[in-house]
């Protein structure tokens, strides 16, 4: 899917932004696409690097169905290069490289329901470089009432989005800076094809939330914070969740240290001042996992880690304090791993 054949031995492959052409019997950028006499092969297909169970706030999805579990799988390559990544293991391996397995799209499904989980998440590497293994079991999964969730970078052509994008119920879209040249230095990708395509999932119904990762000395200018955050409420709404996630040194950046929590704040309360209603800080315990409502900052959702520890929401998903309505899908249950003896 996603190509087409040019003149000579050569084909385009559409699926990803880099639009790579290439030639007979070689691979594009990401490694797992081959040129076969002018057929586009996918390498990847139903090859798995790994299935858990995760918390849905692990993804991190804190609107969507919360308190539930839900089916994590990978597969192995991205469509980018971040030097931060905490999967490298995966996301930077070619066909063979790592330890995998095969799934079928039906086989999943039956894992996922069997599992308890109520959603299939395509996660951990890029999701979207498995296009026509997501897209398959997609289908498969909504023939069965099981949601379909992309953890991604949001790095897809309109085209190839398009025919995919009607069976994902949700999302959390990476936007990893917000200048085209973080995004050449770091990533080697552009930011323009990711925020067209975070609007288009959205235009198309699927629940969105973002993630950005403040990494210090890298990305987190103020105001580059700033024109995020107004890019966010302008395009997507004010109600879009917006996830600030701690850095901590990994991979090809061991040398920058962890994002002070005092930084996170700040931008947190500048997200807040632009006045985005859900602004989160991950991958640190804090009150700023909780869920205030926006109107009167009664607490609404307690969280702590991947847990929800308490839910105070009428049934249509209003504040109980003052009415104000809340953008959340989905039921919202309390789950907690914490064993008190
Ligand atoms: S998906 Fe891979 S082969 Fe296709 S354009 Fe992107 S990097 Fe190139
Ligand atoms: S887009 Fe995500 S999976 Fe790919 S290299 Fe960057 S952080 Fe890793």
Not at 62 to 88: E, K
Not at 186 to 191: E, F, H, I, M, T
Not at 272 to 277: A, F, K, N, P
Request: proline share 5%.
């Amino acid at each position: 899917m996603a190509y087409t054949r040019l003149n000579g031995t050569d084909v385009n492959c559409k699926l990803c932004p880099r639009g790579c052409i290439i030639k007979n019997s070689k691979r594009g950028v990401c490694r797992v696409r081959e040129n076969r006499d002018r057929t586009l092969f996918t390498l990847i297909y139903g090859t798995t690097t790994a299935e858990a169970i995760d918390p849905i706030e692990k993804k991190p999805l804190f609107h969507f169905w919360p308190g539930s579990d839900t089916y994590s799988i990978s597969t192995l390559s991205c469509t980018l290069f971040c030097p931060w990544c905490q999967n490298w293991e995966i996301s930077q391996a070619s066909p063979g490289e790592v330890y995998s397995h095969e799934n079928t799209p039906e086989g999943l499904v039956k894992a996922a329901l069997e599992s308890g989980s109520r959603s299939i998440s395509y996660t951990y590497n890029e999701p979207l470089l498995w296009y026509e293994f997501v897209y398959e079991t997609s289908k498969v999964a909504r023939d069965n009432k099981v949601q379909n969730i992309l953890v991604t970078n949001g790095y897809i052509t309109e085209e190839a989005l398009l025919p995919l994008v009607k069976y994902i119920d949700a999302a959390n879209i990476d936007i990893k800076g917000f200048t085209e040249d973080f995004y050449r230095t770091y990533c080697r990708g552009s930011l323009e094809p990711v925020l067209l395509a975070t609007k288009l999932m959205k235009r198309e119904g699927t629940h969105i939330e973002v993630t950005n990762l403040v990494i210090p000395g890298i990305n987190d200018s103020l105001e580059e914070i700033r024109q995020l955050v107004r890019w966010v409420k302008d395009n997507l709404g004010a109600d879009i969740p917006l996830h600030f996630s701690r850095f901590f040194p990994h991979y090809k950046m061991a040398d920058i240290h962890a994002t002070p929590f005092a930084t996170l704040l700040k931008v947190k309360e500048i997200a807040e001042e632009e006045g985005l209603q859900f602004v989160y800080i991950g991958n640190v315990a804090s009150e700023s996992e909780n869920t205030y409502c926006p109107n009167c900052k009664n607490l609404l959702i307690r969280r702590m880690g991947f847990d929800v520890l308490k839910v105070d929401l009428s049934e249509d998903k209003r504040c109980p304090n003052c009415g104000f309505k809340i953008n959340i899908v989905g039921e919202v249950n309390t789950r907690s791993f914490i064993r008190w003896w």
